[in-house]
């Protein structure tokens, strides 16, 4: 089992930055992929960033890459997503995964753990 636990959501005002933390505990997969997705109220799950847990190769959905940054720390075993120039667009609940699968994707069907998830709220 994988236990994630996200914290540092919270309200932003447009343009500001905020930077989202997941920690993994328990099993770990050396050759997998952490993912942050996020989810607006009456809108379906969708991609945000992922990375490789070894050699740290990174991916973006068009509508942040720029803006956000996907990162890790392996002896901390968390993901960072740190979130820049936020825009009322960026509201949603966001969560972080894991896929120990063979290559990338960005369909969350392909991850197998989840965490809570964690809200940002950005105001005009």
């Known amino acids: 089992q994988v236990q994630l636990v996200e914290s540092g959501g919270g309200l932003a005002q447009a343009g500001a930055s905020l930077r989202l933390s997941c920690a993994a505990s328990g099993r770990t997969f050396t050759k997998s992929y952490k993912g942050w997705f996020r989810q607006a109220p009456g809108k379906e799950r969708e991609f945000v960033a992922a990375i490789t847990w070894t050699s740290g190769l990174t991916w973006y959905a068009d509508s942040v890459r720029g803006r956000f940054t996907i990162s890790r720390d392996n002896v901390k075993n968390t993901v960072y997503l740190q979130m820049n120039r936020l825009k009322p667009e960026d509201t949603a609940v966001y969560c972080c995964?894991?896929?120990?699968?063979?290559?990338?994707?960005?369909?969350?069907?392909?991850?197998?753990?989840w965490g809570q998830g964690t809200q940002v709220t950005v105001s005009s």
């Open positions: 995964a894991t896929r120990s699968g063979v290559g990338f994707s960005r369909s969350s069907y392909e991850y197998d753990y």
